[in-house]
């Protein structure tokens, strides 16, 4: 069956950094577009950052220049790794899989498979 471990979460001090790993496993991990979307404390769901099967990445405008996401097919692995962390970053991070044809890889509703999630704050 599908499941989807986040890990990598926890506390960090504002402009420190850390990196959150998502591994997958029971899906064609190499042929899915993958993603990460936050919920902070009192908000919607939304877009951190995604990168498609063949690699190509977008970010949301909050996090453009802090954030990088990243893929290891091989280990069937994703990663985003922030830098210079904010506290309206603090959030719990979800890993986002499978993007649907034809849809929009930025959209929350895109996506097939979910991870339970992951708490970051930033103090």
């Known amino acids: 069956h599908v499941q989807l471990v986040e890990s990598g979460g926890g506390s960090v001090q504002a402009g420190g950094s850390l990196k959150l790993s998502c591994v997958a496993s029971?899906?064609?991990?190499?042929?899915?577009?993958m993603g990460w979307f936050r919920q902070g404390p009192g908000k919607e769901r939304e877009l951190v950052s995604v990168?498609?099967?063949?690699?190509?990445?977008s970010y949301a405008d909050s996090v453009k220049g802090r954030c990088t996401i990243s893929r290891d097919n091989d280990k069937n692995t994703m990663y985003v790794q922030m830098n210079s962390a904010k506290t309206e970053d603090t959030a719990v991070y979800y890993c986002?899989?499978?993007?649907?044809?034809?849809?929009?890889?930025?959209?929350?509703?895109?996506?097939?498979?979910w991870g339970q999630g992951t708490q970051v704050t930033v103090s």
């Open positions: 029971g899906l064609p991990f190499s042929n899915c577009g």
């Open positions: 986002a899989a499978c993007l649907r044809a034809n849809k929009n890889w930025m959209r929350e509703d895109s996506y097939k498979y």
């Open positions: 990168i498609s099967k063949d690699g190509a990445t």
